[in-house]
């Protein structure tokens, strides 16, 4: 059972535009979220992340949205750059009791931005 | 080190063999994952260590993987009998205990099992 899915493997953008990543997640009990980012031959890196208590979390160029109610959120890169170009991978965890964060992450399959120059 | 090392970085075995891959975490991380990835999959849990407290085990898929922590620093995951679905990339990551989302991964080990 996939709890944390991304419909869209790939995504290809113009230098410039912006790029919306997807991701859904079904559990609930979901109450953090994170976007990694992943070139090849490397091991993946954190991006920006939100908590449920929040709809929006910005961060330079990234900026992340969280819809509840729809299990739903996305990352929004402006303005997409070359360099942006990796593997968008989604993650979702629970807190523990008392809301002790760790990194028991779920994971979506993962999508394939490309930024055209 | 400046980050997470993770040792062979790519391994080539024939199925039914032992292996071992290695990971040093950045110093002062308290707590230590082992997540893997399939061809086309995401990255999937098998284990947790956080300090003294016993591990989290629960991503195991099969008593055939192992993994210990030595000294609250070097971790070793052992995968017993290899068989030929157990080939992926086998990643190590360490984090803060402060921030133990903010996972800070290693380049990782490809897994081959022939």
């Known amino acids: 059972d996939q709890q944390v899915k991304q419909n869209s493997p790939s995504l290809s953008v113009q230098e410039g535009r912006i790029s919306i990543l997807n991701c859904d997640y079904t559990?609930?009990?979901?109450?953090?979220f994170l976007w990694y980012k992943k070139y090849p031959a490397e091991g993946p890196t954190f991006l920006i992340s939100?908590?449920?208590?929040?709809d929006k979390n910005e961060d330079g160029r990234f900026t992340v949205f969280l819809n509840k109610s729809a299990k739903h959120l996305s990352l929004h890169i402006v303005p997409s750059q070359p360099g942006d170009s990796a593997v968008y991978f989604c993650a979702a965890s629970v807190h523990a009791a008392g809301g002790t964060s760790y990194g028991k992450l779920t994971f979506g399959q993962g999508t394939i931005l490309t930024v055209h120059p | 080190g400046a980050g997470v090392s993770q040792s062979p970085s790519n391994k080539v075995t024939e199925k039914g063999k032992d292996v071992e891959l290695r990971c040093d975490p950045i110093?002062?991380?308290?707590?230590l994952y082992w997540y893997r990835q399939s061809l086309g999959q995401g990255l999937e849990f098998l284990i947790y260590f956080q300090g003294n407290s016993a591990p989290d085990k629960s991503g195991l898929p099969s008593d055939r993987f192992s993994a210990e922590r030595t000294g609250g620093s070097v971790s070793t995951l052992t995968i017993q009998r290899t068989q030929q679905e157990d080939s992926a990339v086998y990643l190590c990551?360490?984090?803060?205990?402060?921030?133990?989302?903010?996972?800070?991964f290693g380049s990782g080990t490809q897994l081959s099992v022939l």
């Open positions: 990551a360490s984090s803060h205990r402060l921030a133990g989302e903010k996972l800070f």
């Open positions: 559990n609930s009990m979901f109450d953090y």
């Open positions: 110093s002062g991380h308290t707590a």
């Open positions: 939100i908590s449920s208590i929040k």
